[in-house]
């Protein structure tokens, strides 16, 4: 079946740097791409719609600067978190394909900002 | 808003025990309901789902039935296997939300041989 690849799977980086992550659909082309993100024992909670050729959309309380998404190609959307802190630690999943509930989604990256 | 709360874990069970993990959601219109898990190292995988009340979704052995009057869409499997060994996330998605998908917090469930 079709299969979303996420890299890398953990990071840990300084506080202040960047790190970025990248969210590939392997064997299909994805016009749109989700970026959810989840803290400890909490829910996943949807960050921003990553759409091909255009800007992402973000949902409200997410800053778009800090959270630069790209999504240059119909197979790979990347996200980059600027200037990481601490408060910036948790895990990061996409995902792609078809409707929301029967996309296909990455392993998740666990980022911790130490 | 919509949101689904579901059972803390860790749920740890010897196998071939039965196994109950609880959602109950809060939703403006008529939700459909899933269930996803994600087994280690891996990404989420859709297990199932029901798209209206009384509905019962099925796959590898687990069920959930969507009660609309208790709000509920437990997950249930009657002998759990130490290849069950996942992290299991409730969710639900109304048609028309601009926030798609709304996820639970997950349970880790650990099955022993």
């Known amino acids: 079946g079709a299969v979303v690849s996420q890299h890398p799977s953990w990071v840990i980086c300084k506080s202040g740097t960047s790190v970025k992550i990248e969210c590939r659909s392997l064997d299909f082309q994805a016009t749109t791409m989700f970026w959810y993100r989840q803290f400890p024992k909490q829910s996943l909670m949807l960050m921003a719609t990553s759409n091909e050729g255009s800007k992402a959309t973000y949902e409200q309380g997410v800053e778009k600067d800090k959270f630069l998404i790209n999504h240059a190609s119909l197979t790979l959307s990347t996200l980059t978190v600027t200037s990481a802190h601490p408060e910036d630690s948790s895990f990061y999943i996409c995902s792609a394909g078809g409707q929301a509930y029967e996309a296909f989604f990455g392993q998740g990256t666990r980022l911790t900002v130490v | 808003g919509d949101s689904v709360t579901q059972m803390e874990g860790p749920v740890t069970l010897s196998e071939e025990a039965f196994l109950t993990i609880n959602c109950t959601y809060t939703?403006?219109?008529?939700?459909?309901l899933f269930w996803y898990v994600q087994y280690p190292g891996e990404g989420l995988q859709l297990l199932l789902k029901?798209?209206?009340?009384?509905d019962k979704g099925s796959n590898k052995g687990f069920e959930a039935t969507y009660r609309k009057e208790t709000t509920s869409f437990h997950l249930e499997k009657g002998s759990v296997q130490v290849s069950d060994s996942a992290v299991y996330f409730c969710a639900l998605y109304e048609a028309g939300s601009a926030r798609q998908l709304t996820f639970g917090s997950g349970t880790q469930l650990t099955v022993l041989p």
């Open positions: 029901a798209t209206k009340a009384d």
């Open positions: 939703a403006t219109g008529y939700p459909s």
